[in-house]
């Protein structure tokens, strides 16, 4: 476990709102805010000043589910250590990750960002954020459930092998999707996954998954087969995500229980000073 430097209270977002942070209108809030901002052809064609203005935003307006500038850089330093080719996010809000890391991703001689996001109205922000900061010959976006686009994209032959993983998206699917991002043989020797939210709100069976060693992982998908499915994650973690325990997918893959994997969690801190964490895992091979 390794930890960052200690947060910057002056850099602080808006506080979190205890009953609804997200959806409610603030999204195309933004959007105005930022195509309305009086510096606004300074902000054209550079993704640093884009992610400037979303943070601007965030911090004098109100609150926005984000990445952050700390557990950002966790992902922007992993980037240009890992190089890869094909990065994809499940997950893209407001498009500040795919703005942040599509960039990292160009510098690092990347080729291809995915950004999936379900809701139609955030991915026709991220495309519009995008396009503002130059990005969309890296980056594109993918509208539609993760798993459902996960598999429409192997099949038509876009996506083959992913280098990095991004997870930041409904959290109950963290395990359910890794499992079948390994079934479909997009992550073997060499994949790296960097998962957000592992502290706050918090993703026990998603730790417990990739911390786990071969045989372990082999002992629990034999118990598990005559077991009625279940989701392992407390009811108010799914709660703050706006679903109910009966919308998580139960139908799931077995994955490659074969993977070995290499995991360890970066402490850090969420926009408002709460402390979180990215958890990194290295596919070692079978």
Do not use: W
Request: hydrophobic content about 35%; glycine content about 8%; overall charge negative.
């Amino acid at each position: 476990m390794t930890k960052q430097s200690e947060f910057d209270p002056s850099k602080a977002y808006a506080p979190q709102e205890s009953d609804r942070f997200f959806d409610d209108g603030r999204e195309i809030q933004l959007l105005h805010y930022i195509y309305s901002h009086p510096e606004l052809e300074d902000i054209r064609g550079s993704p640093e000043r884009v992610i400037a203005t979303i943070d601007e935003y965030a911090r004098t307006r109100k609150y926005l589910m984000n990445v952050g500038e700390l557990k950002g850089r966790i992902v922007t330093n992993l980037i240009a250590e890992v190089r890869p080719r094909v990065m994809v996010e499940l997950g893209g809000y407001v498009g500040y990750s795919c703005i942040l890391f599509g960039d990292a991703l160009r510098r690092a001689g990347g080729q291809r960002y995915y950004s999936l996001e379900m809701n139609p109205e955030f991915a026709a922000i991220i495309a519009s954020l995008v396009d503002l900061a130059g990005l969309s010959d890296i980056v594109k976006v993918i509208v539609g459930r993760s798993d459902m686009s996960i598999r429409r994209l192997q099949d038509n032959g876009q996506l083959t092998h992913i280098d990095l993983l991004f997870l930041d998206h409904f959290k109950p699917a963290y395990v359910t999707d890794l499992k079948l991002c390994e079934s479909l043989g997009l992550i073997a020797e060499g994949s790296v996954i960097a998962a957000d939210n592992v502290i706050k709100p918090g993703n026990p069976a998603y730790l417990q998954y990739v911390r786990a060693t071969v045989a372990e992982k082999q002992r629990r998908l034999e118990d598990a087969k005559d077991a009625q499915p279940r989701n392992e994650l407390p009811q108010h973690i799914v709660e703050q995500y706006g679903r109910k325990r009966d919308d998580v997918k139960t139908q799931e893959s077995n994955g490659n229980p074969r993977l070995v994997y290499q995991s360890k969690l970066v402490q850090s801190f969420e926009p408002t000073g709460v402390p979180d964490g990215v958890e990194i895992t290295r596919c070692l091979g079978e």
